[in-house]
């Protein structure tokens, strides 16, 4: 139970450095157009999955309740 809440604390964290990369791509001047793009892609790949660990640890928490 204390892995699956921690995932939680982790996709907090990913939440977190996602808006950081975010807000660092658009501010800075020299990445523009395809490189943009690219890394725009990767930042949202990696946010869907740290929000399906996060499902998945919320699963695993739910049955572990159920099953106490």
Excluded: I, Q
């Excluded at 699956?4 to 964290?13: I, L, N, R, T």
């Excluded at 501010?27 to 890394?39: F, I, N, P």
């Amino acid at each position: 139970m204390k892995k699956a809440s921690a995932v939680g604390h982790v996709e907090d964290g990913g939440d977190e450095v996602y808006e950081n990369a975010l807000r660092a791509l658009f501010r800075e001047d020299e990445t523009r157009g395809k490189e943009s793009l690219a890394w725009l892609r990767l930042f949202d790949r990696m946010e869907h999955c740290l929000d399906a660990c996060d499902h998945v640890a919320g699963v695993v928490r739910n049955v572990v309740l159920k099953s106490s």
